[in-house]
């Protein structure tokens, strides 16, 4: 049974119940999980930032705000922080115009004893969801996102067509 207060056409109740379930399911299932990281003194862009490079060694500022879903400027910020605690350093490379992010041994020693019980965190909040469901849901994800993706690279197309004459 849909449950809105929005009186509107079928499919705009449906679309706007799922949303709605979509993102309190979300927030309540991310607030669970990350309440550990207060223990750790870091916040959830802190931990995304360290965990990116954790995993996949290090990174451009751009690079990890697109692994983050941050913007930039957003991530200028947050690694300014966890710099000052020395838990990552930047360091210039070759083309002087791109600075490598990187874990320091202060910073690897905090996410490898923060990790484990983070993602310990993750398997007991979907835990919910048997292993079909699970895989379900993350398909479904996925093809919300690839939708998300593709009008935006729909939009961009039209923009350029537009402003091309033959």
Do not use: W
């Not at 197309?157 to 004459?165: A, L, P, S, T, V």
Request: glycine letters at 8%; proline letters at 1%; hydrophobic letters at 35%.
């Amino acid at each position: 049974m849909i449950r809105t207060q929005y009186k509107g056409a079928r499919d705009e109740v449906s679309a706007l119940s799922a949303f709605v379930k979509l993102v309190r399911a979300a927030e309540s299932v991310s607030a669970r999980i990350h309440r550990h990281l207060v223990d750790a003194g870091l916040s959830v862009s802190q931990f995304g930032v360290l965990e990116a490079i954790y995993h996949l060694g290090p990174l451009s500022q751009s690079e990890i705000a697109k692994k983050v879903l941050k913007s930039t400027g957003n991530i200028t910020l947050v690694i300014d922080n966890l710099e000052k605690r020395d838990l990552v350093k930047r360091e210039r490379q070759e083309d002087r115009r791109y600075y490598a992010v990187s874990l320091t041994t202060k910073g690897r020693k905090l996410i490898s004893g923060t990790f484990p019980r983070h993602a310990a965190k993750i398997m007991e909040a979907m835990g919910a969801l048997s292993s079909a469901e699970q895989e379900a849901l993350g398909n479904l994800c996925r093809k919300l996102g690839l939708r998300q993706q593709e009008k935006k690279s729909d939009t961009i197309n039209q923009k350029n067509k537009g402003g091309i004459h033959e």
